[in-house]
């Protein structure tokens, strides 16, 4: 595994803490009806994701995921500005403002949706590995799906003909305690979702999805056992959520005083705690990131707010591919 370094804290501390304000500006902006539709936020996940890409090679591997997905392509380099601009139903968006909030797309950057159809993506995932393993590409397909998602029958026909081909997919549960508002023990007999891959054989195991070394390190396990011809893994990250499960999320079904303990655990406090113990970084260091952030952030706010609305005609346009479209030069 790549060496966890004082760069690799720091690196994490300005991704996660960029991608949680990302969020919070979208709320700010669905209250002001800028943003429209559902919105599905990822503050408290974002650990998951930190320590999943210090462990892809991001020039090779793919990433297919659900509705909680503004902040993953992000990660996979796609422009945070394009992002927001789809959110916006911008023409600047990364799908022409077409996708809105559950449709963010790169194929440019290996980040493949971004799908509102509960455990949809799951065989997409897999079909993405069956294509790289069927033309001899070194790449893995990250797979992830939430804890309800896991109930859907499409992830145990996926499971068995992922192990039978011996696909190289790494399917990853966000295990945040909720399916909407429905707890994991009222879903099933049982609240370890990781034993479902024990079924097939598949490599299985659990992670504290709160802290990404833990989560960098089962991840490059994963990650090497699918490149290396071995078939997929199967992981459990243990995570939450502290926003509902959208917007229109009243979360009657959880307390607050629950909420507050899972923020003893903030994966951001986590990896500055270690910052600032081990003298990384300044105070004024630290402000200076925080800073940064900030104005990250607006300047997306601003790029969607001043990006124009697509034309009518687009609806049309877009139905079958046209090399003189003029916005073309957006495709992904």
């Avoid at 939430?146 to 011996?166: I, P, V």
């Avoid at 696909?167 to 370890?192: K, Q, W």
Wanted: hydrophobic content about 35%; proline content about 4%; glycine content about 10%.
């Amino acid at each position: 595994m790549k060496k966890i370094t004082k760069e690799t804290y720091i690196n994490w501390y300005k991704d996660m803490l960029f991608w949680r304000k990302f969020e919070d500006k979208l709320a700010a902006v669905y209250i002001q009806q800028k943003v429209r539709g559902f919105l599905h936020l990822y503050n408290g996940q974002e650990a998951v994701l930190a320590g999943a890409l210090h462990a892809m090679d991001l020039a090779e591997d793919k990433m297919i995921t659900a509705y909680r997905n503004h902040v993953q392509p992000i990660g996979m380099g796609v422009d945070p500005k394009r992002v927001m601009a789809e959110l916006y139903g911008r023409v600047t968006g990364t799908s022409y403002g077409m996708g809105g909030s559950m449709h963010i797309f790169s194929k440019e950057k290996g980040f493949y949706g971004g799908h509102g159809i509960v455990g949809g993506q799951i065989p997409l995932g897999a079909g993405i590995a069956f294509a790289d393993k069927y033309f001899g590409r070194k790449g893995v397909t990250i797979t992830y799906f939430g804890d309800g998602a896991a109930r859907q029958g499409s992830l145990h026909e996926t499971f068995n003909m992922a192990m039978a081909w011996e696909l190289p997919v790494v399917f990853i549960v966000e295990n945040n305690g909720y399916a909407m508002g429905t707890s994991v023990a009222r879903t099933a007999n049982h609240e370890d979702i990781w034993k479902l891959g024990l079924a097939y054989e598949m490599p299985s195991e659990p992670v504290d999805g709160m802290n990404p070394v833990a989560v960098a390190e089962a991840m490059d396990k994963a990650l090497s056992h699918a490149r290396s011809g071995k078939g997929p893994y199967f992981l459990e990250m243990k995570t939450y959520r502290y926003r509902g499960h959208s917007m229109s999320d009243a979360q009657k079904y959880r307390t607050k005083e629950e909420v507050a303990e899972y923020k003893k655990i903030d994966p951001i406090t986590q990896v500055l705690d270690v910052i600032k113990k081990k003298k990384y970084l300044t105070e004024k260091q630290i402000q200076s990131i925080n800073d940064e952030v900030k104005d990250m952030v607006s300047e997306c706010e601003k790029f969607a707010d001043e990006s124009p609305y697509p034309e009518k005609q687009q609806l049309y346009d877009v139905v079958y591919e046209q090399e003189d479209y003029p916005f073309i030069k957006h495709r992904l």
